[in-house]
């Protein structure tokens, strides 16, 4: 038996703001767009308890990542147990991720380039240098990276590169 190819898709569960949150990432990211609205119908709305025509799912792209937005209910709360990481190749990409995410957002949750978003989404927003120096196997210099980091809400890298070589 030939097996298909496998499609992973990230569903993110919200309270009524899925379409919001759709169109939110979509105006950040390159080459996005919404794929799909499907909306609650008079069926099972017994169970659901949802008005029919409002949106039960908003299926969206970020530049080649497939989301779906779930407006399940109050039921589930999403948490920084799960994020998404963004590798960043420079300071203005760093900077321009993290304001456009934060905006709105939780500021306590903001830390060492982590960062909760205004529907309550956890991204990491990673400079690829940082992640360079942490794989560099250079003892020291991992360590006072480290140690900067552990003290920056947004990234620094020009502050973590001074860091790193001491």
Avoid at 13 to 39: C, M, V
């Amino acid at each position: 038996m030939a097996l298909s190819k496998l499609n992973i898709t990230t569903c993110l569960w919200f309270n009524g703001q899925a379409e919001d949150a759709a169109n939110f990432y979509i105006s950040i990211f390159p080459n996005s767009k919404i794929t799909h609205l499907q909306r609650y119908l008079e069926a099972g709305k017994e169970i659901h308890g949802q008005e029919p025509g409002t949106v039960l799912v908003a299926e969206f792209n970020l530049d080649g990542h497939r989301f779906v937005g779930l407006n399940g209910g109050p039921q589930f709360k999403l948490s920084e147990a799960v994020s998404f990481q963004i590798d960043c190749a420079n300071q203005d990409e760093v900077d321009y991720y993290w304001d456009k995410l934060s905006e709105g957002g939780d500021p306590a949750k903001q830390q060492c380039g982590w960062l909760a978003d205004k529907f309550g989404v956890s991204w990491q927003v990673v400079p690829t240098a940082l992640k360079d120096m942490l794989a560099s196997g250079k003892t020291d210099g991992v360590g006072r990276v480290t140690e900067a980091m552990m003290k920056m809400h947004k990234l620094d890298i020009a502050e973590l590169e001074k860091a790193f070589r001491g």
